[in-house]
């Protein structure tokens, strides 16, 4: 009796022992995995900050106001006048927004009439604001 419940004692430790070192495995693992994961974010992190580094440089007054001076030939660049600033209100309609034209109000029964030379459905003209932003 004394041998067989030790072989079940020794069976029970072996597989006790064979659970613990698979988690312990499986622990590393993730861990592992986490480790490279920051290193990954860190690598981005810096990348980011050197980005951010490199745009501000590129963006300095002094240097776009060089490149203006070099490049005044080419691109025929000119400063904004006020007049050319749009109100909200002012810009032209979506074209989501645009009435339909004649021909598909047509298409859709829609159109003029013969008889009464009324239109069954309102349609909106679209505007002519002049937002200043393109020469006419």
Not at 58 to 65: A, S
Not at 67 to 85: K, R
């Amino acid at each position: 009796m004394l041998r067989s419940f030790d072989i079940v004692l020794i069976v029970v430790m072996t597989a006790a022992a064979t659970v613990t070192y698979t988690i312990k495995h499986q622990a590393e693992n993730k861990l592992e995995e986490v480790r490279r994961l920051e290193a990954g974010i860190k690598l981005e992190e810096d990348t980011i900050d050197l980005l951010r580094a490199d745009w501000a440089l590129l963006t300095q007054p002094n240097r776009l106001e060089k490149l203006v001076g070099v490049y005044q030939q080419d691109l025929q660049l000119a400063p904004t006048d006020p007049t050319q600033l749009a109100r909200p209100e002012e810009l032209p309609m979506l074209k989501a927004d645009l009435p339909p034209p004649a021909d598909v109000l047509e298409a859709m029964g829609l159109a003029k009439s013969k008889s009464s030379g009324k239109i069954k459905k309102p349609v909106a003209d679209t505007d002519d604001i002049a937002t200043g932003s393109v020469a006419r």
